[in-house]
């Protein structure tokens, strides 16, 4: 493999840095401990006695990993240092839980020889999590993590605090005394509303709130942490839902146990704010200015499914032009992906264009010939830009899955006619296979995929239906006619090396 040219401005390295925009890193259980100050494990000698089932089968070496990278990205909801602050030192981590006792909310399971169980948290300051699969996992994570939240007050862990509020929690949902509504501006609600999925929690998550009061919120805890933007909004509009109230009743927690944990806090989190860019979004500042974007009809043009829709609406924004072909944003700093042709040398100099009009003079920072990829860092971007982005996925799509592409077509064939092809173009297909070897030679990009593109595309991201990052469109097989893209594993592979 080529080596990777980098250039580096001359500049002091922060002495912490921010996390990877992506939400992927070479090394996820040390990012993630980096991030939380908790320890990730995966054994049963590693964990607390007190979280641990009578049966924890332990997962494999690619489990672990792939668990470890879902919860260092949503690790990126709480603030740097949240857990070893509050005394949640240690998150524990199995293929599952079993136990041959049960609170007639779940199956028995054969192979668990006991009654299956998704977490556990006590206050010793630790919690288990069973990972089953990649959309249980982080729901389970939230739901724990806000258990050991319930019971911390003013930094110190207890079981009597985690009770302590049930009170004020039912004369809130009985309408004794409701909270009031969120106090979001307009600009924040318009903005919250373009990458909101218009979901609306009506009353309880599931029937396993009737559990308990402190199980009922954290049912809350990770439906809203995975549905921050709709959690926000309904709670600013529709705060006389019981859901809404629930809602309230969390962020008042979260502010009770850290103030960090502030609704501003959650705000840049469902903005899509990382790193550095999180913790200014803690402070009291203008939200972000709603910006005229002719381009995302196309969206709705394109798209049928309104889930798949929002998505892509929200993600849209970060899609970019430059050179003769495209890219995506990925740092709130401005930092955009693209195909290394695109990209050239380092050094090279380009005018980057978003779809609401903003322009910004960019450099060539870092640049793979082997990998086709190239990052493009933006140098004139105001402190107050708020730039639209898009996150990796956690991880690789498989054959079949749909995808999005969305860039620029181009306005004349390579032989100068004009095409009358419009910018920010969006096209729907599907993921048709790979070819061998995932992180070998991409100048004919080793992800096949069925979405139409001319050759301007080079660089666009395919997005999948969540609006997340799952390749980069660079080339095209003339015998076959079939696009190719830089792989998911490639693109993980090149952001780990220049990070």
Not at 165 to 183: I, K, N, Q, T, V
Not at 285 to 298: G, I, S, T
Request: charged share 25%; with cysteine.
């Amino acid at each position: 493999m080529s080596p990777i040219i980098l250039f580096v401005a001359a500049l002091a390295l922060p002495q912490e840095p921010a996390p990877s925009p992506t939400g992927v890193t070479r090394d996820p259980v040390a990012a993630f401990e980096r991030w939380t100050g908790a320890r990730l494990v995966f054994t049963r000698k590693e964990a607390p006695r007190q979280v641990l089932y009578a049966t924890t089968p332990a997962l494999s070496a690619e489990r672990r990993r792939q668990a470890a990278e879902i919860l260092y990205a949503h690790a990126l909801n709480y603030p740097k240092g949240l857990f070893a602050k509050i005394g949640l030192t240690t998150v524990a981590v199995f293929a599952g839980c079993g136990d041959p006792e049960g609170d007639g909310f779940r199956p028995w399971v054969e192979s668990l020889n006991g009654y299956r169980y998704f977490g556990r948290w006590h206050e010793v300051g630790a919690i288990a999590a069973c990972y089953y699969d990649d959309v249980q996992l982080p729901l389970t994570f939230h739901h724990e993590v806000f258990h050991h939240i319930d019971a911390t007050h003013a930094g110190r862990t207890a079981y009597r605090y985690f009770s302590s509020d049930d009170d004020r929690f039912a004369r809130a949902l009985s309408g004794d005394e409701p909270y009031p509504g969120l106090e979001l501006d307009p600009r924040t609600l318009r903005s919250l509303r373009a990458v909101a999925g218009g979901h609306v929690l009506e009353e309880a998550v599931a029937r396993y709130a009737q559990k308990s009061a402190g199980e009922d919120q954290a049912e809350t805890a990770r439906w809203l942490q995975t549905n921050l933007a709709d959690g926000l909004i309904q709670a600013a509009l529709r705060p006389e839902l019981a859901g809404s109230q629930r809602i309230l009743h969390l962020l008042a927690e979260y502010h009770k146990a850290d103030a960090r944990l502030s609704t501003s806090w959650f705000i840049g989190v469902a903005l899509g704010q990382t790193g550095e860019a999180q913790r200014r979004h803690a402070e009291p500042e203008p939200a972000p200015v709603a910006r005229d974007n002719p381009y995302l009809d196309k969206v709705d043009a394109e798209i049928d499914d309104p889930d798949v829709r929002r998505a892509i609406r929200g993600v849209q924004p970060a899609t970019v032009r430059l050179g003769g072909g495209s890219g995506v944003n990925i740092d709130p700093a401005g930092l955009i992906l693209t195909a290394g042709h695109v990209a050239d040398a380092v050094g090279d100099r380009f005018t980057v264009t978003f779809p609401d009009g903003r322009r910004f003079s960019g450099v060539t920072i870092a640049s793979d010939d082997f990998l086709d990829l190239g990052l493009v860092r933006l140098d004139d971007v105001p402190a107050d830009a708020r730039l639209p982005i898009a996150r990796l996925a956690p991880s690789a799509p498989e054959v079949g899955d749909p995808v999005v592409v969305i860039g620029q077509p181009g306005r004349r064939t390579p032989s100068g006619e004009p095409t009358d092809y419009e910018p920010w173009h969006v096209s729907v297909g599907s993921i048709r296979g790979f070819l061998p070897d995932r992180l070998g030679r991409q100048s004919l990009g080793r992800a096949k995929h069925s979405a139409w593109t001319y050759w301007g595309h080079s660089g666009s991201p395919l997005f999948d239906t969540r609006g997340r990052i799952v390749a980069l469109h660079n080339s095209w097989d003339s015998r076959t006619a079939m696009r190719h893209a830089v792989p998911w594993e490639a693109i993980v592979h090149f952001l780990d090396q220049t990070r």
